[in-house]
Nanobody
Framework: QVQLVESGGGLVQPGGSLRLSCTGSGFTFRRYGMSWYRRAPGKERELVAGITSTSSSTNYVDSVKGRFTISRDNAKNTVYLQMNSLKPEDTAVYYC???????WGQGTQVTVSS
């Protein structure tokens, strides 16, 4: 069955960095665009970044442009989210998703606080 396993979250001070990872299994990873979403307390789930199957194109929500970078390694069935210059408003549970699929992992908690 399809599985998505996110990791790499944690507690970081404002201005710090984290790299999230999401490993997929149970589907042909290299054929799917992948995205990162986040859900902050009391808010709706938000699309943060996306990447095409071949890494030819990426997109970002305005609030993270210039700070976050999405990438993938199809040989490892893994998509990454490098997060720099983190702000308290980036605090959320982060999830990855394969385009067109309704499967979600357990997410990884990112907390930005001094």
């Amino acid at each position: 069955q399809v599985q998505l396993v996110e990791s790499g979250g944690g507690l970081v001070q404002p201005g710090g960095s984290l790299r999230l990872s999401c490993t997929g299994s149970g589907f042909t990873f290299r054929r799917y665009g992948m995205s990162w979403y986040r859900r902050a307390p009391g808010k709706e789930r938000e699309l943060v970044a996306g990447i095409t199957s071949t890494s030819s194109s990426t997109n970002y929500v305005d609030s993270v442009k210039g700070r976050f970078t999405i990438s993938r390694d199809n040989a490892k069935n893994t998509v990454y989210l490098q997060m720099n210059s983190l702000k308290p408003e980036d605090t959320a549970v982060y999830y990855c998703n394969a385009a067109g699929m309704s499967y979600w992992g357990q997410g990884t908690q990112v907390t930005v606080s001094s």
